[in-house]
């Protein structure tokens, strides 16, 4: 049974930091394609970052220099380190991923999904 679980986010002040993590089980997070995705309120659910199966990674370019999506196989997580974060990245962030044929920052194709967590960046 796949399971995506997010921890890591919290209530920081723009210019602070957070990591966050996706504990996987029944995915092995070394070899699928994984990604983040953020969803504001009143807004659609858009890509911030992703790992391809061969490892190449892709960042949204409204977080480019921010942001560091990485991966740990022993522990089997994927994690999210956001840094400088302003207002705009308020959203509840969502890990996904897809064993093959990577999708990128399109979320459609993503078979799997953990529940999300908040993220809320006050000015």
């Known amino acids: 049974q796949v399971q995506l679980m997010e921890s890591g986010g919290g209530s920081v002040q723009s210019g602070g930091s957070l990591r966050l993590s996706c504990a996987a089980s029944?995915?092995?997070?070394?070899?699928?394609?994984t990604a983040w995705f953020r969803q504001a309120p009143g807004q659609e659910r858009e890509g911030v970052a992703t790992f391809y199966t061969d490892g190449r990674t892709r960042y949204a370019d409204s977080v480019k220099g921010r942001i560091t999506i990485s991966r740990d196989s022993d522990k089997n997580t994927l994690y999210l380190e956001m840094n400088i974060l302003s207002p705009e990245d308020t959203a509840t962030y969502y890990c996904a991923a897809l064993p093959w044929h990577c999708s990128g920052l399109r979320e459609d194709g993503y078979l799997h999904w953990g529940r999300g967590t908040q993220v809320t960046v006050s000015s």
């Open positions: 029944g995915v092995p997070v070394s070899s699928w394609c």
